[in-house]
């Protein structure tokens, strides 16, 4: 494995690091699907806007930390830029109709990972949330 563009091989302290990073990285995305799916409860008495552009900010910081699990060794700025691009072409493909896709889209499990209609909003939410994930991120690797 090579870890950066000089081609020099990791040390098994960078290697131990990088799986480390990896393993928090996955426990926050697990964090942040949890907090998404208790966000949206109506028992929760949050106003619509705070319920829907909440639950899609928390999308957005989602897929940061998505990405960030597949690609640790990554700069955060970068994985940032790479959710900010997936977040918007998942909220573009919402404009291509086909049934099959409609179909899953229509399910629970389909609406919660690709939604159902297309809004700018959306992606302005989502790129909030990765911009605070990413910014959390930023302030968390500085202060360790």
Excluded: N
Aim: hydrophobic letters at 55%; glycine letters at 10%.
């Amino acid at each position: 494995m090579w870890a950066t563009s000089d081609h020099c091989p990791m040390s098994a302290a960078e290697r131990s690091g990088l799986r480390r990073r990896r393993l928090v990285y996955a426990l926050i995305t697990l964090g942040i699907v949890a907090c998404g799916l208790i966000w949206r409860r109506p028992e929760l008495g949050l106003p619509q806007l705070v319920a829907k552009y909440g639950g899609s900010m928390l999308w957005g910081a989602m897929v940061f930390f998505v990405i960030a699990t597949l690609l640790p060794s990554a700069k955060l700025f970068r994985i940032g830029i790479i959710a900010a691009v997936v977040a918007a072409g998942v909220e573009f493909s919402q404009l291509i109709q086909i049934e099959w896709l409609d179909q899953f889209r229509r399910t629970a499990i389909g609406a919660l990972m690709l939604g159902r209609t297309f809004t700018w909003w959306d992606i302005a939410a989502y790129w909030a949330g990765i911009a605070l994930a990413c910014a959390g991120a930023i302030t968390f690797q500085r202060t360790r």
